[in-house]
């Protein structure tokens, strides 16, 4: 045989007996690829699971809040009713909605600073969904929220 038919013979072959066995390194590329993948959609997952926590935590802060810029009490001065706000009436206002709506959350502080306004801070914790592993204590969250009473 000719070297010509030999070249021939090669070139008709597939490409994979051409070139060696290199099917094994793109399964692996591909299983790298796959793990890429995976790892960041996991910390995705556990990101938007942090994101949504924190989102709770404001919204009973907010609402704690709220409720609390409610429980003023009416001072008559002169010929005019004023609404003032307590440290008393906004705790028992702020624990009672935490108690009843705030799940793991709990009251850290409800204040007023100003006698209109009812200051309060929750917190509660985090725990990743996926990688738990890596953060075993969970993640201390914190939320404060101010409220105004509308009467004044």
């Keep these: 045989m000719s070297p010509l038919t030999r070249s021939g013979d090669a070139a008709r072959r597939p490409p994979h007996a051409r070139d060696g066995d290199e099917g094994g390194s793109v399964l692996l590329l591909t299983l790298g690829y796959a793990l890429l993948a995976l790892a960041v959609v996991f910390v995705c997952v556990d990101a938007t699971s942090l994101y949504l926590a924190q989102k709770r935590l404001d919204s009973v802060a907010d609402a704690a809040a709220l409720a609390a810029a ?5 001072d008559v001065r002169g010929e005019e009713a004023v609404a003032i706000l307590t440290t008393t009436s906004v ?4 624990e009672e909605l935490v108690a009843e709506v705030g799940g793991d959350a709990v009251l850290v502080d409800a204040t007023t600073p100003d ?11 985090w725990h990743p969904p996926i990688f738990a592993l890596f953060v075993p204590g969970g ?3 914190e939320a404060t929220a101010t ?5 004044r």
């Design 91 to 94: 705790r028992e206002q702020a």
């Design 147 to 151: 409220s105004r009473t509308a009467l």
């Design 70 to 74: 409610d429980g003023f009490v009416f």
């Design 139 to 141: 993640v201390d969250l």
């Design 115 to 125: 006698g209109v306004s009812a200051r309060v801070t929750v917190a509660g914790s």
